[in-house]
């Protein structure tokens, strides 16, 4: 939820306010909802709504509501996050896609949480929550656990301090998710097994800049720039195979990173 608009702040602080007022959950909202949601009187509210529908920056859909416009979806595109990992891994999401058929997922660390820049949906019917632009959980997901792995010690320690139950599948004990981070950087690779949601499996690899074709060692933190990962109904039979073509597709783009 966005900030409350105090009465000093500024045109910009509150039209962010209104703008910061969707969010993965409240993707369409009315003006009653813009003006709660953001703090802002309704008269203040609908004078900058009115403003950015008329910029793009939000769109009025047939039943009357608010979402965001074409024009914040440009912009977003140019934010180096985007257009430096996700432009530069099309190619091997596409191959990955192609040789796994699974929902196929590239993803970095937005503070304590999972951004997910690009998705493949895949062709098995498997529950998937992720949407491109949403944000997961790090202590959940298989891209998640890969970031959280090579994360600062203290964005490690603030996640382990609020690990929240999602299924009853997730992993909610700090000292045994302490040694699954172990594990992933000593292994290379996470899985979860429907901690996110039930029904689903994944497997993640990370990215980084300085590992390419030609080297085994595992990448430091401050290498890795991204994960990889896949979304499967089991990984009782193919892990092996998917953690291969996974490291095979991340060491492509690591080489296209750096």
């Not at 997961?136 to 996640?159: D, N, R, S």
């Not at 689903?200 to 933190?221: E, R, Y």
């Amino acid at each position: 939820m966005a900030g409350g608009g105090p009465a000093g702040a500024s045109l910009v602080d509150r039209t962010l306010d209104v703008l910061e007022s969707f969010d993965d959950a409240h993707r369409r909202l009315s003006l009653t909802q813009i003006a709660r949601r953001s703090g802002l009187a309704p008269p203040t509210a609908l004078r900058i709504v009115r403003q950015l529908v008329a910029r793009g920056a939000l769109s009025r859909n047939d039943g009357g509501d608010y979402v965001i416009g074409r024009t914040v979806w440009d912009l977003g595109l140019l934010a180096p996050v985007q257009t430096d990992v996700r432009e530069l891994a099309s190619p091997f999401l596409h191959d990955l896609h192609a040789a796994t058929r699974a929902t196929v997922h590239l993803a970095v660390r937005d503070g304590d949480e999972v951004l997910y820049l690009d998705r493949l949906a895949g062709h098995a019917s498997v529950p998937v929550v992720s949407r491109v632009g949403s944000r997961l959980p790090l202590h959940a997901t298989g891209v998640g656990k890969v970031l959280l792995a090579h994360a600062p010690q203290t964005v490690q320690e603030a996640v382990l301090a609020d690990l929240r139950r999602i299924t009853p599948y997730t992993i909610t004990q700090p000292d045994r998710l302490s040694q699954q981070l172990h594990k992933v950087r000593r292994d290379g690779y996470a899985v979860t097994i429907e901690e996110m949601t039930l029904g689903a499996c994944s497997i993640a690899v990370p990215v980084s800049a300085s590992v390419g074709s030609s080297t085994d060692d595992p990448p430091t933190a401050g290498d890795v720039r991204a994960a990889l990962g896949v979304v499967v109904p089991s990984l009782q039979r193919d892990k092996q195979r998917l953690v291969t073509a996974l490291t095979v597709a991340a060491r492509g783009i690591g080489r296209n990173l750096s």
